[in-house]
């Protein structure tokens, strides 16, 4: 399978995946040539356990892909009232 192009997401929870397609469509509005989360079919997005991130990243499991890889870090803290 020819993967040029592909894009893969990597999230934590299903919130983050909310967030990065809010702002994607942010995005998108003012730059069309951002790739369109909710119908571009070159996107996937992979849910994964917050321990389990460490190991994708360390091990360097995507490294067959021969692709290039952006890491966006976040970190729950609960909110200051």
């Known amino acids: 399978m020819k993967n040029e192009g592909f894009f893969m997401r990597f999230l934590i929870a299903v919130t983050d995946i909310a967030a ?3 702002l994607n469509k942010a ?3 003012e730059d069309n040539t951002f790739p369109d989360l909710e119908s571009d079919e070159r996107v996937a997005f992979i ?3 917050g321990g389990t991130l460490k190991h994708w990243v360390n091990e ?3 490294r067959a892909l021969n692709r290039r890889e952006i890491h ?3 970190r729950d ?3 200051m009232l």
């Open 20 to 22: 990065f397609k809010d």
């Open 27 to 29: 995005l998108h509005a």
């Open 47 to 49: 849910i994964l356990g």
């Open 60 to 62: 360097n499991y995507l």
């Open 72 to 74: 966006i870090y976040d």
């Open 77 to 79: 803290v609960p909110a």
